[in-house]
């Protein structure tokens, strides 16, 4: 009975009385992902060789979110509209930018380990991106700390805004037990 009211409604609308509002209602094109304007751009761009970056990033870390990747490339606001217009260019260093994937990556694995997840949401990864970036990161330091504080970072990981993960994340866990001393909650 289904297909036939599909039937019906596709044989109403070919006909001549078909109006600009009825278009709207039979479209099925999807709207462009992150990726495909990667793919288009890579083409395209004047600016290719900053997505073909973005494309060897994800490629190498692809359980990074592309929209996760952007902020990591550039300082540059309006990342995400700057890349879809094709206009997006990798700003910082790309051996920085490639070790700070290598070290969000070892803790992102650690701590979908811990947590026992698949997957980490994009503020997740923006709020260890946060503490990384960070001039006096030591990250052996903490990946110590991610194996000591354990309870603290499952605690961390359930929040769901970035300034509350990073903070309970960094005070709790990566700071913990250091000499300098940290404002408490």
């Not at 354990?150 to 970035?162: A, G, L, Q, W, Y």
Request: charged share 30%; hydrophobic share 40%; aromatic share 12%.
């Amino acid at each position: 009975m289904l297909q036939n009211n599909y039937a019906f409604l596709f044989i109403t609308f070919i006909n001549d009385e078909i109006e600009e509002i009825d278009i709207s209602l039979l479209q099925v094109q999807k709207c462009w992902s992150l990726k495909d304007y990667l793919k288009h751009h890579m083409a395209v761009s004047e600016y290719k060789d900053s997505y073909q970056f973005v494309d060897d990033l994800l490629k190498t870390y692809p359980q990074m979110p592309l929209a996760f990747l952007l902020p990591l490339c550039t300082g540059v606001d309006n990342k995400e509209r700057q890349f879809r217009l094709g206009k997006f260019k990798v700003t910082k260093n790309k051996n920085w930018i490639t070790g700070k994937a290598y070290e969000i990556d070892e803790i992102t694995c650690f701590v979908k380990k811990i947590c026992g997840v698949k997957v980490l949401k994009k503020n997740d990864f923006l709020a260890i991106y946060k503490i990384v970036s960070d001039e006096s990161y030591d990250h052996e330091n903490m990946l110590t700390k991610l194996n000591i504080r354990r309870d603290e970072v499952i605690e961390s990981f359930k929040m769901s805004c970035v300034s509350n993960i990073y903070d309970r994340l960094y005070k709790k866990v990566y700071m913990f037990m250091r000499r300098e001393k940290i404002e408490q909650d």
